[in-house]
């Protein structure tokens, strides 16, 4: 069977920190990888996806990027973190048409 | 620009009584709907979905309808239980660059009485 993780699960950074959050998943080959945010109080919103190693596309532009160095990892990073980017972030993966999410990374920029 | 919408914030319903979540659209492109339940600090949990050559879709307690000349869809959990408690989302998908992207609604809390 197939699982997702992501790590860590929680962390507080001070603005103009750098951010790695990491995500991979199991069981599975060349899937499709999403990172999507939930801001207090709102709704998930598409960050980065990927199907492919080295391809990645932006939804909106911010203060964040994303790398695929490998077929089943994903990462989120950010050089300077703002205020703003506070939030839960949400690593998923897709398959026949059902996307499926990892347990989430609170991140609380201070 | 808001592509799913869910206009209910938060919904009550009593134990045993049907809870009725919805949700529209504006894109004409969505081909398939999906359902996610969601407990604090935790990932959204598949629960049901739809295509959109469908009208219906049934697995147990929960039943997804489409209406596509109203770009609604809405889920029913009959009979409420207290665990049903949580924040639900829709999500509309389209392939779009050899993928499929996932557009979610802000999300309906559901709180069942006992």
């Known amino acids: 069977s197939q699982t997702i993780h992501q790590w860590p699960a929680t962390l507080v950074q001070p603005v103009g920190s750098p951010l790695s959050l990491e995500c991979t998943v199991e069981?599975?080959?060349?899937?499709?990888l999403y990172w999507y945010r939930q801001a207090a109080g709102r709704g998930l919103q598409l960050l980065f996806y990927?199907?492919?190693?080295?391809?990645i596309s932006s939804e909106v532009p911010q203060n964040l990027s994303a790398s695929r160095p490998q077929d089943r990892q994903f990462i989120l990073s950010s050089k300077k973190l703002l205020l703003s980017d506070s939030g839960f972030y949400l690593c998923?993966?897709?398959?026949?048409?059902?996307?499926?999410f990892g347990e989430g990374s609170w991140l609380t920029v201070v | 620009d808001q592509q799913v919408k869910q206009n209910s914030p938060s919904l009550s319903v009593q134990e045993g009584r049907i809870s009725i979540l919805n949700c529209d659209y504006t894109n004409s492109m969505f081909d398939y709907f999906l359902w996610y339940k969601k407990y604090p600090a935790e990932g959204p949990t598949f629960l049901i979905s739809i295509s959109s050559i469908k009208d219906k879709n049934e697995d147990g307690r929960f039943t997804v309808f489409l209406n596509k000349s109203a770009k609604h869809l809405s889920l029913h959990i009959v009979p409420s239980q207290p665990g049903d408690s949580a924040v639900y989302f829709c999500a509309a998908s389209a392939q779009t660059s050899g993928t499929y992207k996932y557009i979610f609604g802000t999300g309906t809390r559901l709180k069942v009485l006992a």
């Open positions: 069981g599975t080959s060349n899937p499709n």
């Open positions: 998923a993966w897709s398959r026949r048409n059902t996307i499926y």
């Open positions: 990927s199907v492919g190693i080295g391809q």
